[in-house]
Nanobody
Framework: QVQLVESGGGLVQPGGSLRLSCAASSGSIFSFAYMAWYRQAPGKQRELAARIHITGTVNYADSVKGRFTISKDNSKNTVYLQMSSLKPEDTAVYYC??????????WGRGTQVTVSS
């Protein structure tokens, strides 16, 4: 079972930036066809923020397009989410996810991002 561990969350002012990291252990991010970042705000359902295919193709939610960038470093077995121009509505717990059409999936425990002045 590949384990995913997020880091990099915290408190940031509106307009600021953060970079989240998702490190895989006991396996490789190549175990999954997709690596993604989801987020869940208080009282709301978990939603997809960004996703990267094993080929490098990326997809973003409309709400983060142009502000967030997902990337991966194969040598470090890590996926990143660079977040810029952060807004209060970006406040959420951010979860790393690995997923494949075969049904193999793994979730991290999440990291809190709070955007507030």
């Amino acid at each position: 079972q590949v384990q995913l561990v997020e880091s990099g969350g915290g408190l940031v002012q509106p307009g600021g930036s953060l970079r989240l990291s998702c490190a895989a252990s006991s396996g490789s991010i190549f175990s999954f066809a997709y690596m993604a970042w989801y987020r869940q705000a208080p009282g709301k359902q978990r939603e997809l923020a960004a996703r990267i295919h094993i080929t490098g193709t990326v997809n973003y939610a409309d709400s983060v397009k142009g502000r967030f960038t997902i990337s991966k470093d194969n040598s470090k077995n890590t996926v990143y989410l660079q977040m810029s121009s952060l807004k209060p509505e970006d406040t959420a717990v951010y979860y790393c996810n690995g997923d494949s059409p075969s049904g193999r999936t793994s979730w991290g425990r999440g990291t809190q991002v709070t955007v507030s002045s």
